[in-house]
């Protein structure tokens, strides 16, 4: 089991920027790589951001250049800047462990891009 514990959501203006911690504990041996999804409001749940354990990054289309994932694999941490925020970036973040197990979630933070 890995268990997660997500922090640093919250309400930003636009334009803004807000940094998205993951800490996770457990069987952290067994991760293989880590990353970010989020869902808006009547949404599905998409891809944000991973990284695996060999440092590699995964972006989708609509963040590149504005999100960063970062990985410090001795804290077993997971990070997430978010910068030039707009709100279509409002939804609540969830992070994620892929391990030879299966995937673990995070309970979620909520971000709210808005004047």
């Known amino acids: 089991q890995v268990q997660l514990v997500e922090s640093g959501g919250g309400l930003v203006q636009p334009g803004g920027s807000l940094r998205l911690s993951c800490a996770a504990s457990?069987?952290?041996?067994?991760?293989?790589?880590m990353g970010w999804y989020r869902q808006a409001p009547g949404k599905q749940r998409v891809l944000v951001a991973t990284i695996n354990n060999g440092g590699s990054t995964n972006y989708a289309a609509s963040v590149k250049g504005r999100l960063t994932i970062s990985r410090d694999s001795a804290k077993n941490a997971v990070y997430l800047q978010m910068n030039s925020l707009g709100p279509e970036d409002t939804a609540v973040y969830y992070c994620v462990v892929i391990t030879v197990m299966g995937s673990y979630w995070g309970q979620g933070t909520q971000v709210t891009v808005s004047s």
């Open positions: 457990g069987r952290v041996s067994s991760i293989a790589a």
